[in-house]
């Protein structure tokens, strides 16, 4: 079965300071793997993706998540981080059935003090 | 392109009424999901379309929740006869059939407060 662990629920981080947020998943094939961000009472929005190649993808905002099949991870990271990126993190796992839905963790909520 | 739209984007009801939701989704996507997110917690899938055509349902809609797409445009979902666990965020996404794996676009949610 399609899971997401996102084990930290909740980090501080000094404004500046790089960022890393865990994501380990299982999953029984090759994932479809994303990061969304949630800001307070809206919709979530699509920092990255990995399908497959280049293990280490970017997106937007400056973020970047490196894909390791043998930790079945793919965290999140950003070397600077801003006041504005303080939000919720979902990590999601696409499933390759006839629907295609998304599998995600339960979310790291970020706080970033200046 | 406005994105996809949700209304109404707050909704108080007292337990045991019935609420109606509606999505509007990016007009050139076939695929529309319904997920539901509550507090502290992931999205979690509810059901999807094809177009007009209800595809999958997951065994949290139960027979109080029933999702339409007349027309393949915008969507409804109706919960009736409502109770304090359905309060959530009721985010609706739409993609292209074509371009699910380049990720959904979510709408900002409608959240419902059943007292």
């Known amino acids: 079965a399609q899971s997401v662990t996102q084990p930290d629920i909740h980090i501080t981080v000094s404004e500046g300071a790089s960022l890393e947020l865990r994501c380990n998943y299982s999953?029984?094939?090759?994932?479809?793997l994303f990061w969304y961000v949630q800001s307070p009472g809206q919709g979530l929005q699509l920092l990255l993706k990995?399908?497959?190649?280049?293990?280490l993808v970017q997106g937007i905002k400056g973020f970047e998540a490196e894909f390791k099949r043998s930790q079945s991870s793919f965290n999140l990271r950003k070397p600077s981080v801003h006041w504005s990126d303080a939000a919720e993190y979902f990590c999601?796992?696409?499933?390759?059935?006839?629907?295609?839905?998304?599998?995600f963790g339960t979310g790291t909520s970020l706080t970033v003090i200046p | 392109d406005t994105g996809v739209s949700q209304d109404p984007r707050h909704k108080i009801t007292k337990r045991g009424q019935n609420v109606t939701f509606r999505c509007d989704p990016i007009?050139?996507?076939?695929?529309l999901y319904w997920y539901r997110q509550t507090l502290g917690q992931g999205p979690e899938f509810l059901t999807y379309?094809?177009?007009?055509?209800?595809?999958?349902k997951s065994r949290l809609l139960s027979d109080r929740f029933s999702a339409e797409r007349p027309k393949g445009s915008f969507s409804t979902l109706e919960i009736q006869r409502t109770e304090q666990g359905d309060s959530a965020m009721y985010l609706c996404?739409?993609?292209?059939?074509?371009?699910?794996?380049?990720?959904?676009?979510f709408g900002s949610g409608t959240r419902l407060t059943v007292v």
């Open positions: 996404a739409s993609s292209p059939r074509e371009g699910v794996w380049n990720g959904y676009t």
């Open positions: 999953y029984g094939a090759t994932p479809y």
């Open positions: 990995y399908f497959s190649g280049d293990t």
């Open positions: 999601a796992v696409g499933a390759r059935n006839t629907g295609n839905q998304f599998y």
């Open positions: 007009s050139e996507h076939n695929r």
């Open positions: 379309f094809q177009n007009e055509a209800q595809l999958e």
